[in-house]
């Protein structure tokens, strides 16, 4: 039987409108979005401020010149150790001009006239000390035979008391005398052009040597710095944390020390939250309140010295078993927390609790459980139900 051309014609349509409808179909199915999964995961968690910071000694010693005059050379360098009572360097006092002299003669002599009446005046406190104490043993002996009342006796007992202090007032005036002359003198010490005229400049403590600042001979006012002593063993961590970080860090908080050389972090616990607050220009020009944080490095190694840069993390809320996802997977949504879990294959917007948050990870209080599958940074093309891959 032969199909006539109208049927050709009616075929050819029908074909072609299923060929339309189809391709109208496949362009108007919903968008398969490929994105990026995470998974919800028990787990330890913990909450750090991280900052970076420097190690410096706990306990730094400045050795500084006792008075002004010519210093000679440093030998000692840095690293080297030191004893206390070490000479750890030499000077020579300026010498006075010929009014100075005088002058330092003058109290001098001052000091040993004032020091001479001092000694006057411990001889006559103990003359009245002795009459004060013969006279106190005769009233005994005639209290005893009732011959004076109890009264008479207790002032006899009672002067002998004020002149016994008398003596030591008056012996304390002599000591003060002494050093008086002492100090007086002292002004006196040998010139440069004298011999022997250098005096040594000891070291106070044990410990290394830290700093020189400057090693060659040269004249020094009293109380320049000679060389800088301390522990290097006996390390801390200063770093300055932004205040709104700070009041969150609490004395004996856990700190993990990381960046500063080795491949391993080190222990450390804060020490120290200074109460007052300071002002930094940051990078970006912003005025920021920071506040320094010192923190003790429990197993200091020995590479590790004085200036070393390192990154703290001290840890300010940590817990062994919480419910996990990472950050990027949440987002705010109708002024809650949410989450798009993916169930056969099609995204499903959930609303979530969210705890402490990291940089890295959020906990989840309510709405997940432990091997969900989240998506990771959802873009504006993913809804309720979208399809994904």
């Known amino acids: 039987m032969q199909i006539s051309h109208h049927g050709r014609r009616v075929a050819t349509i029908v074909v072609a409108l299923v060929l339309v409808t189809a391709v109208v179909g496949y362009a108007m199915r919903p968008e398969v979005v490929e994105v ?35 210093l000679e050379r440093v030998t000692l360098r840095e690293g080297d150790r030191v004893k206390p009572g070490q000479i750890v360097a030499w000077i020579a006092p300026l010498p006075l001009d010929s009014a100075g002299r005088e002058v330092a003669t003058a109290r001098i002599s ?21 009459q004060a104490q013969s006279n106190e043993r005769r009233e005994s002996a005639l209290l005893a ?13 009672a002067e002998t008391r004020v002149k016994s202090q008398d003596l030591a007032a008056a012996q304390s005036r002599v000591r003060a005398a002494i050093a008086d002359v002492q100090a007086a ?40 710095p000679i060389i800088e002593l301390g522990d290097a063993a006996a390390l801390e961590v200063i770093a300055d944390v932004l ?38 220009v940051s990078a970006l020009g912003v005025d920021e309140q920071r506040v320094n944080v010192l923190v003790d490095i429990l197993d200091p190694p020995a590479t590790l010295g004085d200036g070393f840069q390192v990154e703290v993390k001290a840890v300010v809320w940590s817990s062994p078993d919480v419910l996990t996802i990472p ?63």
């Open 36 to 70: 990026e999964t995470g998974l919800a995961s028990r787990g330890p968690m913990k909450v750090t401020v991280d900052e970076d910071g420097r190690t410096r000694v706990r306990d730094r010693f400045v050795v500084t010149a006792p008075v002004a005059g010519k």
């Open 110 to 130: 001052s000091a040993e006239a004032l020091q001479r009446e001092a000694s006057s005046r411990v001889d006559q406190a103990r003359i009245a000390l002795d």
């Open 145 to 157: 035979a009732g011959a004076i009342s109890d009264r008479q006796h207790e002032d006899a007992v």
């Open 185 to 224: 003198r002292a002004v006196l010490i040998p010139t440069a052009n004298e011999p022997n005229h250098a005096l040594p400049v000891r070291s106070p403590v044990s410990g290394r040597v830290l700093r020189v600042p400057e090693a060659s001979e040269r004249v020094v006012n009293a109380s320049s």
């Open 243 to 280: 205040s709104t970080d700070a009041v969150r860090i609490k004395p004996g908080n856990e700190v993990e020390i990381d960046e500063w050389g080795g491949d391993h972090s080190l222990t450390g616990r804060v020490r120290l939250v200074e109460p007052s607050a300071f002002t930094r």
């Open 327 to 389: 950050a990027s997977a949440v987002f705010q949504r109708s002024g809650s927390w949410a989450v798009f879990v993916v169930e056969d294959n099609r995204a499903r917007l959930r609303k979530v609790g969210v705890g402490h948050r990291t940089g890295a990870a959020a906990e989840i209080v309510q709405g997940l459980k432990a091997g969900e599958k989240v998506i990771l940074f959802p873009s504006d093309k993913i809804d309720d139900g979208s399809r994904v891959r």
